[in-house]
C-alpha cells in the first residue's frame, strides 16, 4: 500500500513538471484594450493638456525560459493632445478649447520578465504608423472635426518610443496591465514651420485582456 501511494504521488508530481513544462514552451495569443491618457512632452509644449482616448489590439508571449518571454503586439492607439484657453499668439490662431487627434497603428516589440507567478515587467521598442490625424473643436460634443490630410499634415507618419510597463496574469488567462510609452523621436516634420520645435509623445495605457 505505502509502494502504491508513493507510486501515485511520483506520478502526480512528474505530471506537473509535465504540464508546468509545456505549458512554458507554448506560444499563447490574446486579446488587450483598455484606456489612454496621451500628451506630447518638450519644452515648446508646457501648456498642453492630455487627451483620454482608448487602445486595442492583439498579442502574442512566446516563452524563452520558465521567466523570460517576448510579446509582439499590433494594436490600434488614440494619441495626442488638449489644448485649454488658447491665445491669439498660438500657431492655431484661436481661443477655443481643441483637440489635436493623432491616431496610431503601434508595435510594441517587449521583452517580459515574471517576478513570481502572474506579476510581470515588459519593457522594449514601439513603431508607431500614423493612420489618422485631425484637429477636434469640440471634444465633447458632434461637430467641429477638421480631418488634415497627408498633403497638409505637419506630423511625421512613422514615430518610434520605447515601453515600460508591468502585467499580472491570472490563472483563469486574463490580465490587467499599465504601461508608459515614452516617445523618442520627435512628431513633426523637420522641413516645416515646426521645424525646430521639440515635441515627444508621451502616452500612459491602462487595461485588460485575455490570452487563449
Known sequence: MKNLFLITGIFLFSTNIMVAQADSKTIQFGVKGGVNSTTISGDDFNDVKSRTSFNVGVLAEIPITDRLSLQPEVMYSGQGFDVKEIDQDNIFDTNENIEYQLDYIQVPLLLKAYLVKGL??????????????????????????????????????????????????????????????LGLTNIFEDNTIFENVDAKHAVWQFGIGFMF
Open 120 to 181: 510581470s515587467i515588459e519593457a522594449g521598442p514601439q513603431f508607431g504608423f500614423k493612420i489618422h490625424e485631425e484637429l477636434d473643436f469640440q471634444p465633447n460634443s458632434d461637430g467641429g472635426d477638421i480631418e488634415i490630410n497627408e498633403e497638409d499634415s505637419y506630423v511625421k507618419d512613422f514615430d518610434t518610443g520605447i515601453v515600460l510597463g508591468a502585467a499580472y496574469k491570472f490563472d483563469n488567462g486574463f490580465f490587467v496591465n499599465g504601461r508608459y510609452n
